[in-house]
């Protein structure tokens, strides 16, 4: 094996030579490079190949050529390109047909091995690459494809991509892939041919194409690749045929939406005129869009269709219309699906944004837009916020928007709203109706606000209220450790601090966490330490001890044992 390799490695030096000569790579990255290749050399050249192997070793090299190309265009050298880029192409079209025979159920490498032939210019080995890939991937509709797309769009030999694709279909019936290339081959052979007589043979087999394609695929995806490529080709009979198959399934929920992009486009749909309202100020491309969705809408009342009626309008080019015509049928298109409860949660986000930012709804309008919407979405945290925001100078009012929420939000909605209200409470007494509506309330989630209250209720109401309020606090689980270390914080800011309070606080802290957090009977110990009574240190270390479980007691012990030689 090594004399194998060292023979390949010889057959190197002189394109490295000829690198060197051209100043594209130094001493050093010429060393590199050989010892690179030596070491991919072995590793494809050992008895038990792996994939990888070929792999890295077609990459580097690929990696290197165009390192090259950019070398050369920057130092503007053209220099013994046959020298080195055709060696090292030569090379590696060996890697790959080496590659290909060990491992020849990977179709993917075919793919890159047509790639790596087109971009060195050995689109003669092109040919015997796809017929030995047919032969053993036909199993497979993508080469198939692949073979049709090379002969078609490359060597612009429609009949043999034809021939290709109408084998790949014999084997492979229901592959829409293939369907959609034969189609689009029949009509370039129309479009291309200038004799009549061929052009209505050609749509005529495209008509047949078509016809006995949507037998197999009856998708109406399909169907509407189907009539894309038509309309790019062709706009005469064959598009109409396929319009009204596409019409004839307007039983489905989706054909809606695609004829209205496509009135968009400019391809018209006769039997829509009876839907189009010709009276009001938009083009005639946008009366129609609206028509279809309107009409859609009513006979499928359905979210995410609406939800498309107002993407599709948000999206109009400014040749369909001016953009205060965007925004009026926008608005229009919101509206029609408020009051047809057609609105998911994030339209009514946006909706509202635009209302609000419009500005010409008045308040009591405003409140009524929310308060119907939320009579069909009961759950949309957002409508909820905006109502408590459009109440935010009465805050009386805010909080029993917020108890009427309470009634059909949980979980983290809720306590989303609870901790919006709290943010925007400054009135004590609105203070103090809160902390009463917060203790009877038995979500546990909301009670996880305990210390946000704490220190809002210390804020506005002083020391005094934050203590009562934390003797209520601890009482009633959750009892976060935030909520002792936000006690805790509040006494130790007081100027005069009361060391009881604060042990009592601390004394409650390791009692709830003290079984599975160090940090607490560090924090104890430090106080003690530095603030309380040094004496009872030695009493709580031996506490800890006892309390924590066995996998933390020698975190702890180091910790405190770190902490005094600090």
Known sequence: ????????????????????????????ELREISRKRKEFEYRIQRRIKQKDDFVQYIAYELTLLEDISLRRKQAKISDKKK?????????????????????????????????????????????????????????????????????SKEKNDLDTARGFLLKGIHRHPESEVLYLELFEVELRLACETEIEEEKEKYLKRAEIVWQNSVKNVPELSFLSKLCDLSMRYNDGPLTKSIKEEIWNRRDEKDVWA????????????????????????YSTELQNFIAVYEEGLQQFPDEKLCTKYIHGLLGLNNNICTDSQKITAVKEAWMYGHENGLLSNDMYAFGISLLKLDGEISSDEFVQVIDTALIK????????????????????????????????????????LWNFVLN???????????????????????????????????????????????????????????????????????EKFSAKHIRKCYECLVQHHGSNNVDVWLDYIKFE??????????????????ALKKELVDDFIKAQTLSRLQ
């Open 1 to 28: 094996m090594a004399e194998q390799v060292n023979q390949r490695i010889e057959g190197m030096i002189n394109e490295l030579e000829q690198m060197r000569r051209t100043n594209l790579f130094d001493d050093d």
């Open 377 to 416: 979405n009961p759950k949309s945290r957002i409508l909820w916020e905006e109502k408590i925001l459009h109440s935010k100078d009465n805050e009386n009012r805010m909080l029993s928007v917020l108890q009427d929420a309470s009634k059909t939000m949980k979980g983290d909605d809720l306590l989303y």
């Open 529 to 546: 330490a530095q603030h309380g009574n040094a004496q009872t240190v030695p009493q709580v270390h031996r506490r800890a001890i006892a």
């Open 258 to 281: 695609y004829i209205a992009s496509k009135e968009l486009e400019g391809y018209h749909w006769e039997q829509i005129d009876d839907f189009v309202d010709q009276d009001n100020q």
């Open 83 to 151: 020298d080195i880029e055709f060696a090292i192409a030569k090379r590696l079209n060996k890697l790959f047909k080496q590659f290909i025979l060990r491992y020849q159920n990977e179709v993917e490498i075919y793919f890159e091995y047509i790639k790596f032939c087109k971009s060195v210019g050995f689109q003669y080995a092109i040919g015997a690459i796809i017929g030995q890939m047919l032969q053993i991937h036909g199993d497979k509709p993508k080469t198939w494809q692949l073979a049709s797309i090379w002969e």
């Open 424 to 494: 925007n409470i400054q009135s004590i007494d609105v203070l103090n109706k809160c902390y009463k509506k917060f203790q009877t309330c038995e979500s546990v989630v909301v009670l996880s606000l305990k210390p946000k209250l704490l220190q809002k209720i210390y804020d506005h109401n002083g020391l005094k209220a934050a203590r009562n309020a934390y003797e209520d606090f601890i009482r009633t689980p959750p009892t976060q450790k935030e909520l002792h270390l936000v006690m805790i914080d509040i006494e130790k800011a007081q």
